[in-house]
Each structure stands twice: as C-alpha cells, then as structure tokens.
C-alpha cells in the first residue's frame, strides 16, 4: 500500500518501504536501542539486523494516509526499557510526521533482545 498525496501540479506516492527505512534510521539514533530484530519463525531465533535490512524489523500499514508501525527493536543490557520506549515512540512519531507529512496513528514496540557486552 502507498500514500499519496494529490494537487493541481500531480501526485506525490510513498511506498510503505520507504516510510519503513526512514523509521528505521529514527529508531536506531534514539538511546538504548542497538538495532532492529527480524524474528527467524522457524526456531526462534532472534537476528540483529544490520543497517542495510533495517526494513525487515519494521511493519509498516497505511489506511487513509495514516500511519501503524511495529518496530522489532533490540535494547542495550542496563538500560531503563519503559523510558526507552517513551523516548523512541515519540521521537519516531515527532520526525515521522515532520518529514513524510502524514500523520503516525500508532507505534507499537516489540522488545525481541538485550545485547549484553
């Protein structure tokens, strides 16, 4: 699904994907996090992404022109979760909504890991 902005000069779409990638590059500049988690299904396993797969840690849907994402993140060992989580909502929502122009509807976060040092 796209979003599509129209007016009298054409149309402007945005594929999920890059609303995705952007969300990503968000997410991991936000404290705490160390990076996005895909979830192998077929044993279990947690995978840290790297950045060239931010997108597969991250859901996006688009219905009317507002935004759901689910963010698969992994966390640093120590770190207070709730406050990251506060802090990585509303900073994804803050910079989201200021640079595709579409208004975030709802961030839901899945804690996949802690990286341990």
Known sequence: MF??????A???IIDKEVIAKIAGVIAMSCYGVVG?????????????????????GIEVEINDNKVNIKLHIIVEY???ISAIGESLISTVK???EHLIGLEVENINLLVEGLRVE
Do not use: P
């Open 78 to 80: 120590g770190t207070n």
């Open 36 to 56: 996005m988690a895909s979830r192998n299904m077929k044993d279990g396993f947690v995978k840290l992404l790297g950045f060239e797969n931010l997108t597969r």
């Open 94 to 96: 803050y910079k989201l």
């Open 3 to 8: 979003a599509i902005f129209e007016n009298e």
């Open 10 to 12: 054409g149309k402007i």
